[in-house]
C-alpha cells in the first residue's frame, strides 16, 4: 500500500528555488531573460507538505484508502517568464528588488539537461480519491514573496 506523488515547479522560502532566483537576480539586473515557451505549474512546498500529511493521515485511519501515482501542483498553469513577471511584480508592489522580464525561446536559454515544454500535471485524480483541491499558484506565491519581504525587512 503506497501512494506516490509526482509535482513540478516547486517553490518556497527557505531553500534555492526559481522563485528566490529571480529575486536575487532582479536585485542586481534591470533585465532578466526568462524561458516562455515552457508551461508548468508552480507548486508551493508549504502546500506539497499539507497534501503529504493529508494523504498520510488517511492512509493510516482508512485501509481501503486509495493508493497509486497522485499528481499535485497548483492550480492553474504560467510560463516561467510568466511566473517571473508575477514574482517580480509582488516583490515591487512590497518594496523589493524588481526588473523587466524579456521572455526567450528555450533555444536561447540552454541547459544541460532537457527541459519539457509542458510540465502540467492534472490533479483531477486527487482531486476525486481524497478531496484535495489545490489552491490558485498566484496565491502561494503571494505567501511566500510575503514571507521573504518580511524576512528581508527583519534582517
Known amino acids: 500500500r503506497a501512494v506516490v506523488l509526482r509535482t513540478a515547479w516547486v517553490l518556497g522560502p527557505d531553500r534555492a528555488n526559481f522563485l528566490k532566483t529571480m529575486l536575487r537576480l532582479a536585485a542586481d539586473r534591470p533585465t532578466l531573460r526568462v524561458v516562455e515557451d515552457q508551461i508548468g505549474c508552480p507548486t508551493s512546498a508549504a502546500d506539497i507538505a499539507e497534501t503529504l500529511k493529508t494523504l498520510t493521515l488517511r492512509l493510516l485511519a482508512d485501509p481501503g484508502a486509495p493508493t497509486g501515482v497522485y499528481h499535485f501542483v497548483n492550480a492553474g498553469e504560467t510560463s516561467w517568464a510568466g511566473l517571473a513577471r508575477e514574482i517580480l511584480r509582488l516583490s515591487a508592489d512590497r518594496g523589493g528588488p524588481s526588473a ?47 514571507r521573504l519581504m518580511t524576512e528581508r525587512a527583519s534582517a
Request: charged share 30%.
Open 100 to 146: 523587466e522580464v524579456e521572455g526567450i525561446p528555450t533555444t536561447d536559454y540552454p541547459t544541460p539537461a532537457r527541459r519539457p515544454a509542458n510540465s502540467r500535471l492534472a490533479t483531477d485524480k486527487i482531486t476525486r480519491d481524497f478531496a484535495i483541491h489545490p489552491r490558485p499558484w498566484q496565491d502561494a506565491v503571494i505567501e511566500i514573496v510575503d
